[in-house]
């Protein structure tokens, strides 16, 4: 596609948009909800899927501090957080100085059970 090449050497290239993710303007509360409806839980985990909703659920979580930024967590825990895989990982630590508690190994919902798993198993 290069303008400066010959129109025979260019290749064109059509882009299409197959997938993309996006907040739900509903969201926010409905993740405050479901908090507020598990806060007696001895243990839970919030699994986030894709960068888009990262800002919210920390935000719903409490965990920013003034900066936008993962304040320094508790001691004693109940909620934890895993990702599907380490592009999510990544932008957690990147954009919001968190390493979550668990990244699957294999982006599925397996991999996130074995990775959830592996995870409690050690802190017993």
Same mark, same amino acid.
């Given at each position: 596609?290069?303008?400066?090449?010959?129109?025979?050497?260019?290749?064109?290239?059509?882009?299409?948009?197959?997938?993309?993710?996006?907040?739900? &303007?509903?969201?926010?509360? +409905?993740?405050?909800?479901?908090?507020?409806?598990?806060?007696?839980?001895?243990?839970?985990?919030?699994?986030?899927?894709?960068?888009?909703?990262? +800002?919210?659920?920390?935000?719903?979580?409490?965990?920013?501090?003034? &900066?936008?930024?993962?304040?320094?967590?508790?001691?004693?825990?109940?909620?934890?957080?895993?990702?599907?895989?380490?592009?999510?990982? +990544?932008?957690?630590?990147?954009?919001?100085?968190?390493?979550?508690?668990?990244?699957?190994?294999?982006?599925?919902? &397996?991999?996130?059970?074995?990775?959830?798993?592996?995870?409690?198993?050690?802190?017993?």
């Amino acid at each position: 596609m290069d303008p400066t090449l010959a129109s025979d050497k260019r290749i064109n290239v059509t882009e299409t948009v197959v997938y993309g993710t996006g907040v739900m &303007e509903s969201f926010p509360n +409905d993740f405050k909800e479901l908090l507020r409806q598990t806060s007696d839980r001895k243990l839970r985990w919030v699994v986030v899927f894709s960068p888009t909703g990262c +800002d919210s659920m920390l935000r719903g979580l409490d965990m920013l501090d003034e &900066e936008g930024k993962v304040g320094e967590l508790p001691k004693q825990r109940t909620t934890f957080i895993a990702t599907i895989g380490p592009t999510t990982r +990544d932008y957690l630590k990147r954009t919001f100085g968190y390493e979550p508690d668990v990244c699957a190994e294999k982006p599925s919902p &397996e991999g996130i059970w074995e990775g959830i798993t592996r995870f409690n198993a050690q802190s017993n």
